[in-house]
Antibody, heavy 122, light 110 residues
Framework: QLQLQESGPGLVKPSETPSLTCTVS??????????WGWIRQSPGKGLEWIGS???????YYNPSLKSRVTLSIDTSKNSFSLRLTSVTASDTAVYYC??????????????WGQGTLVTVSS | QSVLTQPPSASGTPGQRVTISCSGS????????VNWYQHLPGAAPKLLIY???VRPSGVPDRFSGSKSGTSASLAISGLQSEDEANYYC???????????FGGGTKLTVL
């Protein structure tokens, strides 16, 4: 059974650049059939897609976050990471990693991690 | 303000049938299939329905999905107490070039 586990710094200060990592077990990141994504949920709000990456490092990002987000992948460690620059209080959220399956107009996130809370506060 | 519009809340009694709607536009639901997720606080979101009406293995057939034009719906029949959760719709948006989600519907089993 595929499992995803996020890890992150927990508490960060405004203007810092935290990195979060998603470690995948029970499956391989080298599959050409999937993308790997990050989604977040701010307190009291809905889900917001951040970006996705595939096995080759090809990425696409939420246009509203693109200038501050970098995704990377390390297939040797079976993990992928999110780097978010210049964080503010509005970046406080639970960050989820997920696997995206399907193609063209039939795509879906089928496996998700439990999420990791990142709190931005001085 | 979410791109996809869902009612913030829904409720029903055990055994009832409940429907949750998800309204979008021609650039998202109108062109792409819709997925539904069940989310309990502190847990990983769970895929309930994908490609409009397909249930993953292990999801009870009490859950069903449909899509028409720029709207989609999730129906839960034979409501059970364990169905109490937040439900989100999601799809790809061709104009925004990204994934969009509904604001979520909190389902209460009375």
């Amino acid at each position: 059974q595929l499992q995803l586990q996020e890890s992150g710094p927990g508490l960060v200060k405004p203007s810092e650049t935290p990195s979060l990592t998603c470690t995948v077990s029970g499956g391989s990141l080298t599959s050409r059939d999937h993308y790997w994504g990050w989604i977040r949920q701010s307190p009291g709000k809905g889900l917001e897609w951040i970006g996705s990456i595939d096995y080759s490092g090809s990425t696409y990002y939420n246009p509203s976050l693109k200038s501050r987000v970098t995704l990377s992948i390390d297939t040797s460690k079976n993990s992928f990471s999110l780097r978010l620059t210049s964080v503010t209080a509005s970046d406080t959220a639970v960050y989820y990693c997920a696997r995206r399956s399907g193609t063209y107009s039939d795509k879906y996130f089928d496996y998700w991690g439990q999420g990791t809370l990142v709190t931005v506060s001085s | 303000q979410s791109v996809l519009t869902q009612p913030p809340s829904a409720s029903g009694t055990p055994g009832q049938r409940v429907t949750i709607s998800c309204s979008g536009s021609s650039s998202n639901i109108g062109r792409n299939t819709v997925n539904w997720y069940q989310h309990l606080p502190g847990a990983a979101p769970k895929l309930l329905i994908y490609i409009n009406d397909v249930r993953p293995s292990g999801v009870p057939d009490r859950f069903s999905g449909s899509k028409s034009g720029t709207s989609a719906s999730l129906a839960i029949s034979g409501l059970q107490s364990e169905d109490e959760a937040n439900y989100y719709c999601a799809t790809w948006d061709d104009r925004l070039h990204g994934w969009v989600f509904g604001g979520g519907t909190k389902l209460t089993v009375l």
